[in-house]
């Protein structure tokens, strides 16, 4: 069989290794928090790694002060107001991590999946986690569940569907994304970007919305990081959600297939990495609407997005 899955503990949590054997291709899955934190490919005969990943050889550990890598973006992404919002007449405060005087990234990228199904065949091997989220924090108090499905395929190519199903007796407010870290082999300073952007959010200086959203076609053609330091959420061309980054020895290509019509991106100092963010909504979405999905009672949400890399010769 072309296709394997491994699954070993670590600490309290396991990971799941989902590997081409044929290609030398491998991810790695954890199932706290549900995240992608390493994806091996075959690159001029040596093995690497596309994540910047997490150290979870002594545990868990300061995975908020270490900048979320690969973290699962639920029930809100980026930054949260003060960590308040209202929901039907009544406020609510968040209880879980705040950066400076704002909730971010949501309530649960540190959550303990379980493993519902595996498999694997000539034509890949998937995962699928399970979590039941039941109201723990005060300022979301609302049931629900994700089932996340992680699927190595064939050329390269990993895709990760989340479905959310409220289990709440009310509506209750969502957004969704991911927060992955890809490397390149080298600084991303000589990478070119492009996506088909239909705007830019329009941030102030605590990095929240202002609510407008601006012409910026910067990277609308293949264009080189260089020296920008980006921190940037942009609305995506509604026929086009793909966005490609591209060196003389890697192609990466992220395709947003499903209710992932924003793209945050982000490059951290050492520009070793570049975080490319698919999310539901823009940051803040809880009070100012941008993007702001609605949950009836029982009802799902289905997002889905991909990634896969071609290796140059």
Not at 61 to 66: D, S, T
Not at 221 to 231: S, V, W
Not at 299 to 313: C, G, R
């Amino acid at each position: 069989m072309a296709f394997e899955i491994q699954v070993s503990p670590l600490f309290d949590f396991e990971k799941v290794r989902l590997i081409d054997a044929e290609m030398g291709v491998a991810i790695e899955i954890t199932t706290k928090g549900a995240l992608m934190n390493s994806w091996q490919v075959k690159h001029q005969n040596k093995s690497l790694n596309l994540i910047e990943g997490n150290d979870f050889d002594n545990g868990w550990g300061p995975f908020e002060q270490n900048g979320f890598k690969g973290a699962k973006l639920a029930p809100f992404a980026c930054r949260l107001e003060d960590g308040q919002f209202d929901q039907a007449g009544e406020k609510y405060s968040i209880d879980k991590f705040y950066y400076d005087k704002h909730a971010i990234h949501g309530i649960v990228y540190d959550a303990l999946y379980t493993i519902q199904s595996t498999q694997a065949d000539e034509q890949g091997a998937y995962v699928i986690l399970k979590y039941a989220y039941l109201g723990t924090d005060k300022g979301y108090p609302f049931h629900f569940n994700l089932h996340i499905k992680w699927h190595l395929q064939k050329n390269n190519k990993v895709s990760v569907e989340t479905v959310i199903t409220n289990y709440s007796a009310v509506t209750i407010p969502m957004m969704d994304g991911w927060h992955p870290y890809f490397t390149m082999g080298g600084l991303i300073n000589e990478c070119s970007l492009v996506f088909k952007s239909k705007g830019k959010v329009v941030f102030n200086d605590q990095l929240l919305p202002t609510g407008q959203i601006i012409e910026d076609l910067t990277f609308n053609t293949p264009t080189k990081i260089g020296a920008r330091t980006l921190d940037n959420c942009f609305l995506l061309v509604p026929d086009n959600h793909e966005c490609i980054v591209e060196n003389e020895q890697i192609k990466l290509v992220v395709q947003a297939g499903l209710n992932y019509p924003y793209l945050q991106l982000y490059t951290p100092p050492n520009k070793k990495s570049i975080a490319i963010e698919n999310l539901s909504g823009a940051p803040n979405c809880f009070n100012n609407k941008m993007g702001l999905l609605t949950m009836k009672p029982h009802e799902n949400l289905v997002f889905k997005t991909s990634y896969q890399v071609f290796i140059k010769l």
